[in-house]
Nanobody
Framework: VQLQASGGGLVQAGGSLRLSCAAS????????MGWFRQAPGKERKFVAG????????YYPGSVKGRFTISRDNAKNTVYLQMNSLKSEDTAVYYC?????????????????WGQGTQVTVSS
């Protein structure tokens, strides 16, 4: 599967953005999908996941209640809705696909990656 992330940009603190991850080659419903982010000089971190087995979603505490991952099977696209953005959300965001049935926090658990999209939150 090939993944193409888009939707990043510059937004003020408190604002919202929606990132998109368009898939080709295979349907996104066949994979557990995840979103990660990486700030300069820091490790890549998990921010949202949705397993292909059922509708379970997973979020770390830092974004829970503010970020929502969703999937549109007809468009073969996964989204990350980000609300109440903070300056600490500034990073390059990546979408990824895993053949595991449930979401995992570890980047090494994901088999396919899209290119990153930059999100910058100004305070």
């Amino acid at each position: 599967v090939q993944l193409q992330a888009s939707g990043g940009g510059l937004v003020q603190a408190g604002g919202s953005l929606r990132l998109s991850c368009a898939a080709s080659g295979r349907t996104v419903s066949s994979y557990t999908m995840g979103w990660f982010r990486q700030a300069p000089g820091k490790e890549r971190k998990f921010v949202a996941g949705r397993g292909w087995s059922g509708d379970s979603t997973y979020y770390p505490g830092s974004v829970k209640g503010r970020f929502t991952i969703s999937r549109d099977n007809a468009k073969n696209t996964v989204y990350l809705q980000m609300n109440s953005l903070k300056s600490e959300d500034t990073a390059v965001y990546y979408c990824a696909a895993s053949t595991k049935p449930y979401s995992d926090y570890a980047p090494s658990s994901y088999d396919y990656w899209g290119q990153g999209t930059q999100v910058t939150v100004s305070s």
